[in-house]
């Protein structure tokens, strides 16, 4: 099976601009989660989708939202882009409690 | 306090030995899991071992194997016979309960560097 993919893999903005992530979870996993990484907060939970509903929340302003579609593909916004918002975005995928997959991540950079 | 909580920043371990990596946890729910992943360099967080509360056997996979003592509410990750590509960071993550099945906690991350 192909693993999580994410597009694109690099992107550079501005600061006020706003910028899509997309992930395509492996076949057949229903469940797609965003997490945002960064050297100073680490590895941070920003939302789940099952099914095209948002499941879960973390602790984020919202400007950052997401969708799902019918064929579990995620994307993920983020709207008025500030410096800190410079990170290494990771989705993943799961099929039940005992896995959780990740993609390669997106890098963006916010200038 | 910490849910997930990695006190070795850094590590190092010569070729072909075995390192332990620590991490304690702290949770109130009875029903959680732990994984560990590893980081490389190129971003990528690999899925290596995963350990549910009620399993009774402590999880292996391949030359991963995870000592997962619950009373004390650690789940250290064990790798032997370590190679160089080994060297990455390695995070430990925690899910809590059984309705929130994708959000995951993690640790600050173990940066492993293994030597010749």
């Known amino acids: 099976k192909a693993g999580v993919t994410q597009t694109p893999r690099y992107l550079i903005k501005t600061r006020g601009q706003q910028v899509t992530l997309s992930c395509s979870p492996i076949?057949?996993?229903?469940?797609v989660s965003w997490y945002q990484q960064t050297p100073g907060q680490g590895l941070q939970f920003l939302f789940e989708?099952?099914?095209?509903?948002?499941?879960n929340k973390g602790n984020f302003p919202g400007r950052f939202s997401g969708r799902q579609f019918s064929n579990s593909r995620s994307e993920m916004n983020v709207s008025t882009l500030e410096l800190g918002d410079s990170a290494l975005y990771l989705c993943?995928?799961?099929?039940?409690?005992?896995?959780?997959?990740f993609g390669p991540g997106t890098r963006l950079l916010v200038l | 306090a910490q849910k997930i909580t990695q006190t070795q920043p850094g590590m190092f371990v010569q070729e072909k030995e075995a390192v332990t990596l620590d991490c304690t946890y702290d949770?109130?729910?009875?029903?959680?899991?732990l994984f560990w992943y590893k980081q490389p360099s190129s971003g990528e967080m690999i899925f290596l071992i995963y350990?549910?509360?009620?399993?009774?056997q402590n999880a292996t996979e391949g030359r991963y194997s995870l000592n997962f003592q619950k009373a004390r509410k650690s789940a250290n990750l064990v790798i032997s016979a370590s190679q160089l590509g080994d060297s990455a960071m390695y995070f430990c993550?925690?899910?809590?309960?059984?309705?929130?099945?994708?959000?995951?906690?993690f640790g600050t991350g173990t940066r492993l560097q293994v030597t010749l």
């Open positions: 993550a925690m899910r809590e309960g059984t309705g929130t099945a994708s959000k995951l906690t």
């Open positions: 989708y099952f099914s095209e509903t948002q499941r």
């Open positions: 350990q549910g509360s009620y399993d009774e």
């Open positions: 076949s057949g996993h229903r469940s």
């Open positions: 949770t109130s729910d009875q029903s959680y899991g």
């Open positions: 993943a995928s799961s099929t039940d409690l005992r896995t959780q997959y």
